[in-house]
Structures are given as C-alpha cells and as structure tokens.
C-alpha cells in the first residue's frame, strides 16, 4: 500500500522556535507538496519538490529522494504559523495522478 | 481574484437527497482535481480531469458520485442519494499540465457537505 507517513500529529512550541516536520513515503514519487490548511478548510500550497531543497521566507523544505523522506523547516516560528501542515506525494509510474496525503501535523505555536 | 473557486462554501442536506456542488479552476489551467476530506484526516483523492476528458477515479468514487468537466473548464461533483457518511469537506485543484512535468496544485476553499 502505499502510504505517506507525518511525524509528529501533533506539536506544541513556543515563538521563535525551530520547527521540524517529517514525512516518510513507500515507492518512488514524482514530486512532493507541502501544503498548510488553516482552521475552515482553506489549503494553501507551500511546496513541491522533486529534489534537494527549496527555501521561501522562514520555511525551508527539503528531500532525499534514496531514503524516501523529506522535512519542513520553519525558522523564528510566529504565532500566525500555527495551522495543519500536510505533506502529499504525486507517485510515479502510473495509477492515479492525483495525491496521496498524510494526515497532517497540527502545529501550535505559543507566544 | 483569479484563484480557484468552490461553491457553494457549505451545503446541509438531509440524507437521500442529491447535491451538486461547482469548482472553477484557474483559467489557464487543464488539470482539475477533486479530493475529500473527513474530520481529522488528510484529504483523499477522488477523480481527476485534463481538459474535458476524466482519467482517473479512485475506488472511493462510488456509483452515487459522478463528476463533470464538460467544456474544459468548470467541473462539477454530484452526489445523488446521499448518506451520512458522505459528509466531509470536498476540495478542488487545479493545475497545469505540459506534457513530462506537472506544475504545483492549487486549491479552492473547500465546500463543506453535511448530511443529516
């Protein structure tokens, strides 16, 4: 089966931490999204990546495409960042083209 | 705003009945996705069109679900004899597709289905 895994589901931090969210995946993929959903269902589209890293603003995200993991990285975390963070993948060689997803990891950041 | 959109935002129906919901892509976009999400779950794949033609259904597509995208462009979702299981957020996406490569996915804001 194949399936997309997030660790952790749930993570609480205080501002101006460094946050950490991962996601494991089974076979090989396409391409990966990073996607935030804020509370009332709105998905915005962080990233998509097929190789090594990409950076915008305070968030990086990264991929090792040999291990079939990647991270999302959010530097000086703010209060306005707390939202689910969701990692989908885009599987190659054929099947369904739409994605796969995880189940999210709900982030809180404190002031 | 030329986002996609999604309506209507929120649909209550009571079980048995049939609903239809809209999804207006980007304009310049031929890919179009429809995903649902129940509470507490990551979204699931549903169908998929490129231009007018569907080209994929999951499994969960039951044969009450139907969807449309007769012109290319807007799509529709339709779920007849509906059921209480059938509640859940309903995503559309969409994106642009240019032979070996697919560019980012770009959602709508969801239409929120309950059935009583």
């Known amino acids: 089966k194949n399936e997309v895994e997030q660790s952790p589901q749930n993570l609480t931090a205080q501002e101006g931490e460094f946050i950490t969210i991962n996601c494991s995946y089974s076979?090989?993929?396409?391409?990966l999204h990073w996607l935030q959903q804020h509370p009332g269902g709105g998905i915005v589209s962080l990233f998509m990546?097929?190789?090594g890293k990409k950076k915008h603003g305070r968030l990086i995200a990264t991929i090792n495409i040999q291990e079939k993991h990647s991270s999302l990285h959010i530097t000086a975390s703010h209060p306005r960042d707390s939202a689910v963070y969701i990692c989908a993948v885009m599987y190659s060689g054929g099947g369904a083209d739409g994605l796969t997803f995880g189940k999210g990891t709900h982030l809180i950041i404190q002031p | 705003d030329t986002g996609v959109s999604q309506n209507p935002r929120h649909k209550i129906t009571k079980r048995g009945q049939n609903v239809t919901f809209r999804c207006d892509p980007i304009?310049?976009?031929?890919?179009l996705y429809w995903y649902r999400q129940t509470l507490g779950q990551g979204p699931e794949f549903l169908t998929y069109f490129q231009n007018e033609a569907q080209l994929e259904k999951s499994r969960l597509l039951s044969d009450r679900f139907s969807a449309e995208r007769p012109k290319g462009s807007f799509s529709t979702l339709e779920i007849q004899r509906t059921e209480q299981g059938d509640s859940a957020m309903y995503l559309c996406?969409?994106?642009?597709?240019?032979?070996?490569?697919?560019?980012?996915?770009?959602f709508g804001p969801g239409t929120r289905l309950t059935v009583l």
């Open positions: 076979v090989g993929i396409s391409a």
């Open positions: 996406a969409s994106s642009r597709y240019r032979g070996s490569s697919t560019d980012t996915q770009y």
């Open positions: 990546l097929s190789s």
């Open positions: 304009s310049e976009h031929n890919r």
